[in-house]
């Protein structure tokens, strides 16, 4: 078993990402009406229904899930490295929403369990996982230049599912 392998950190770390990521979207759920009814002409029709945002919110941690046991039971590096375009995503997430909350002068849903959980977790994880496996600046950059354009796209691909299920009335219309 390759976890045996692993510093208890480092998988503390990994097996942490699934609930963070959970507690994160229950957050972002928890408003979202609102979010939408705000900002519907951003949104477009694609995303201004709850049923997607619920299908993605639910369906991110169980896909984090999977792909953080896999990291556990794999002895390879690349899906470490994967864990943490991940990790670097969430972060980037969770900066966005305070900006938004910035720009906007009110707090946005994610913003609290960004500020309060989010941002906690990943910084200690970029800390443990540069400690732990000896990771350079160099490739922190190159990993947060990749999380720049998997993090938005993985939202973007279960928003699009959730949608996608709605119109074939497989998920319920709120």
Sequence with gaps: MYYLDMPLNICAVILLFPAVLAAHNLDECWRIDEFIRLHRHLLRCRCSQRSPVFFAASLLPLAAAVLCAAIIQHPV??????????????????????????????????????????????????????????????????????????????????????????????????
């Design 77 to 174: 590096p690349i899906p470490r490295y994967i864990a943490n375009i991940f990790i670097v995503a969430l972060l980037l997430n969770a900066l966005g929403h305070c900006i938004l909350s910035l720009m906007q002068r009110s707090i946005t849903p994610g913003t609290l369990s960004a500020m309060m959980l989010v941002m906690p977790y990943c910084v200690m994880a970029i800390v443990i996982m540069t400690r732990g496996l000896g990771y350079t600046l160099r490739t922190w950059i190159h990993i947060t230049g990749i999380a720049v354009v998997t993090g938005p796209a993985t939202i973007f691909l279960f928003l699009g599912l959730g949608h996608g299920l709605m119109r074939c009335k497989m998920l319920p219309q709120r």
